[in-house]
């Protein structure tokens, strides 16, 4: 199993649309930085068509992040 190396750090505010259980993480003071994404409600992901939510290898992410 991958472990994060990161600390977790706090964020400023926290957006659930209820919905569409969308949500938003905004992370700094100014609204500057910011993380959308939805949680997976049913068996297959209608925005997705994933079944059910699935953990992300680091690698991955680093690789949407350098892209």
Known sequence: MRMAVAE?????????????DAFTVVLNDAGTRMLRSWRHREAVCSQCGAMGTEELP???????LDS
């Open 8 to 20: 977790w750090h706090p964020y400023h505010d926290l957006f659930v649309d209820p919905l569409s």
């Open 58 to 64: 680091v690698d991955d992410i680093a690789r949407v």
